[in-house]
């Protein structure tokens, strides 16, 4: 039985990488400057991410987005439980940056 992140072409399988990001809140030294943001939108639900450029706008399309909002638990258990849950016996990361 193949997990979701498997797809079998012909006889290899292939596997995909999932990607969800946090936009986590500013800090107090962000706050005393204005806290400005480059972002123009956040779709959370469709997972996009809208970022402002030089002279346009650029969006970028993830598997999962969690806004400034979001809490570690919503987090936890929205994204890196369900990859915890489905990857007994398989390698799996979760990466974190602060």
Not at 38 to 67: H, M, R, W
């Amino acid at each position: 039985m193949k997990n979701k992140n498997q797809q079998q072409s012909g006889n290899a399988k292939s596997e995909r990488v999932k990607v969800y990001i946090r936009v986590r809140p500013f800090n107090n030294d962000e706050n005393q400057r204005g806290g400005e943001t480059p972002f123009t939108n956040l779709d959370v639900e469709n997972g996009v991410v809208s970022i402002k450029k030089e002279y346009d706008v650029k969006d970028y399309t993830y598997d999962g987005l969690y806004d400034m909002n979001s809490t570690q638990e919503q987090i936890f258990q929205n994204s890196a439980k369900t990859v915890i849950d489905v990857s007994i016996n398989f390698n799996y990361y979760i990466y974190s940056r602060h």
